[in-house]
């Protein structure tokens, strides 16, 4: 009988295919780089990074709030009123390049937080269309920290002051050919994350992304924060729409173009004041984010540690 089983079990590893073999070995390897990760981001290093990196994002969108403000209420701000004129402020300051150190390994910890949602995370969620969307939500903001912590090495090395490359980007686009088109698809795509944005500050959905509980007046500053965002990001797809519908890259603009654009209307400098006051409240919410970060990698539940 002994003998038999054994030989069964030999028939039936040996009939396995190469395939299958190889296979199971992804499996294991992608298992134990699962693993890894769930490790790494427990730790303390990193979560004292993930700290620093809110904080720092934090930071950056107070900062903006305050050329927004000088904008509305002098006409002469500081630098622009965007994530690269706010790294610019950084580096004036003192102790500058050790700032912007700290935001660029900072937004990095978060870039790699959020990949890492983005492969194994939102396990708290049903699996299907509802999981695979927050996946894709975390593929998005991992793309954004990155970016920023690029530009804060730009700033480093004196080569992040380029104030008109949506206007590049765009002019190369519509160069191109059904360049138009290619432009109007990323005014629309602009413009659907604004909407996002500001329904998330709405319903207040962004409080999934927290781990434990917060006041009601944080939860306050961050639907603030999240709306203004949300209509500046529509602002910014609007009006690169328009300048596809011109035929006219310099109609296009970044987060400053759109807080000038609503400077120049009816009562613009009330609203502007509204909405780089929107800007500080989501600053201010980060510093409270960055003491309850969710991270969702864990089997059901999160890794974080409510404190």
């Known amino acids: 009988m002994s003998g038999g089983g054994t030989s069964s079990s030999q028939a039936g590893s040996a009939g396995k295919s190469p395939a299958g073999s190889a296979g199971d070995a992804a499996r294991k390897t992608a298992d134990?780089?699962?693993?890894?990760?769930?490790?790494?981001?427990?730790?303390?290093?990193?979560?004292?990074?993930?700290?620093?990196?809110?904080?720092?994002?934090?930071?950056?969108?107070?900062?903006?709030?305050?050329?927004?403000l000088q904008i509305a209420w002098s006409g002469q701000p500081d630098g622009e009123a965007s994530q690269q004129g706010a790294l610019n402020q950084l580096a004036e300051q003192p102790f500058g390049a050790v700032l912007l150190w700290l935001v660029v390994v900072g937004l990095f910890t978060m870039a790699i937080w959020q990949l890492a949602e983005a492969l194994w995370g939102h396990l708290d969620k049903p699996s299907g269309m509802k999981r695979i969307r927050k996946r894709l939500g975390s593929a998005?903001?991992?793309?954004?920290?990155?970016?920023?912590?690029?530009?804060?090495?730009?700033?480093?090395?004196?080569?992040?002051?380029?104030?008109?490359?949506?206007?590049?980007?765009?002019?190369?686009?519509?160069?191109?050919?059904?360049?138009?088109?290619?432009?109007?698809?990323?005014?629309?795509?602009?413009?659907?994350?604004?909407?996002?944005?500001?329904?998330?500050g709405i319903t207040k959905k962004f409080t999934e992304d927290l781990d434990g509980g917060v006041g009601r007046e944080v939860i306050r500053l961050g639907q603030a924060g999240y709306l203004v965002k949300g209509i500046a990001f529509a602002i910014v797809g609007g009006l690169f729409g328009w300048a596809a519908i011109t035929y006219d890259p310099e109609k296009a603009g970044g987060l400053d173009d759109a807080l000038r654009t609503v400077n120049e209307a009816p009562a613009g400098s009330v609203l502007l004041t509204v909405m780089a006051l929107g800007l500080i409240a989501f600053g201010v919410y980060c510093f409270f984010w960055a003491r309850h970060p969710k991270v969702s990698t864990s089997d059901g539940a999160s890794d974080g540690q409510s404190r």
Not at 48 to 64: D, S
Not at 152 to 174: C, V
Not at 185 to 194: D, E, F, Q, R, S
């Open 32 to 68: 134990s780089a699962q693993d890894a990760g769930r490790q790494v981001m427990a730790s303390k290093p990193f979560r004292v990074l993930l700290t620093v990196g809110l904080i720092a994002f934090g930071v950056v969108h107070m900062l903006v709030g305050w050329i927004a």
């Open 140 to 200: 998005g903001r991992t793309v954004t920290y990155a970016l920023i912590a690029i530009a804060a090495i730009s700033t480093l090395q004196g080569s992040g002051s380029d104030s008109n490359k949506e206007e590049g980007y765009t002019a190369r686009l519509l160069s191109a050919s059904f360049g138009r088109i290619l432009v109007i698809v990323v005014a629309l795509v602009i413009i659907v994350l604004g909407v996002r944005l500001a329904r998330r």
